[in-house]
């Protein structure tokens, strides 16, 4: 999580000690977890508590927001909405589509057994 409070304190902390940690670049986002921890360690009790509170609040809307995603309702928000409308109009046009296709697809499959039951007919006939 990013906390726009201590966001800058461990950008700064990393940027002093990574030049000389001497550690892959790979290593780079751990050795910024390890710092941010180091950090949240030696504030007061009352900052921890105030941070572990915000966490379990953003984490509690984060999974009701899942939760009603899950149940695939329709949104109310507009802006949502609106985003979604152009993505309706191309469906009757895929439905069309795909359904054009099964029915080619079979003509074809029917055609093949045909001839095959054909083949079969002179061959063993």
Same mark, same amino acid.
């Given at each position: 999580? *990013?906390?726009? %409070?201590? @966001?800058?304190?461990?950008?700064?902390?990393? %940027?002093?000690?990574?030049?000389? !940690?001497?550690?892959?670049?790979?290593?780079?986002?751990?050795?910024?977890?390890?710092?941010?921890?180091?950090?949240?360690?030696?504030? +007061? %009790?009352?900052?921890?508590?105030?941070?572990? *509170? @915000?966490?379990? @609040?953003?984490?509690?809307?984060?999974?009701?927001?899942?939760?009603?995603?899950?149940?695939?309702?329709? !949104?109310?928000? +507009?802006?949502? *909405?609106?985003?979604?409308? +152009?993505?309706?109009?191309?469906?009757?046009?895929?439905?069309?589509?795909?359904?054009?296709?099964?029915?080619?697809?079979? *003509?074809?499959?029917?055609?093949?057994?045909?001839?095959?039951?054909?083949?079969?007919?002179?061959?063993?006939?």
């Amino acid at each position: 999580m *990013q906390h726009p %409070d201590f @966001e800058k304190k461990v950008s700064d902390e990393f %940027d002093a000690t990574w030049s000389t !940690s001497g550690k892959d670049q790979s290593y780079a986002l751990a050795f910024r977890c390890d710092i941010a921890k180091a950090l949240l360690a030696a504030e +007061p %009790d009352d900052v921890q508590d105030r941070l572990e *509170q @915000e966490a379990v @609040e953003q984490h509690k809307k984060a999974l009701a927001a899942h939760n009603l995603a899950l149940l695939a309702k329709p !949104s109310d928000d +507009p802006e949502h *909405q609106q985003q979604y409308v +152009p993505i309706f109009y191309l469906i009757p046009s895929k439905l069309t589509f795909i359904t054009e296709l099964g029915t080619c697809w079979q *003509q074809s499959f029917s055609r093949s057994l045909m001839a095959f039951g054909l083949i079969q007919a002179i061959r063993f006939g």
